[in-house]
């Protein structure tokens, strides 16, 4: 597969992803136990639904460049 392709075809996965990430976070956030905690709980929470999306990203973004970076022995 070429680069181009990859470099294609990971863009829109991760521009669908995070788009649909955000409106579940945006719900998620908008909650009733959210809005009701403490704002110590709140910031965690808001902490981790902000970068909970790049986990399942850095697959793709590895895949995007070419595959698995190689070892240096």
């Known amino acids: 597969m070429s680069r181009r392709f990859r470099m294609l075809f990971g863009g829109g996965g991760m521009i669908i992803f995070v788009f649909s990430y955000a409106m ?6 908008d909650s009733r136990p959210v809005q009701q905690a403490n ?31 190689r070892r240096k022995a």
Request: charged content about 10%; some cysteine; proline content about 5%.
């Open 24 to 29: 579940i976070a945006m719900a998620l956030a």
């Open 39 to 69: 704002l110590a709980i709140q910031v965690l929470c808001y902490a981790v639904l902000g970068l909970a999306w790049v986990l399942p990203v850095m697959p793709m973004i590895l895949w995007m460049e070419g595959g698995r970076r």
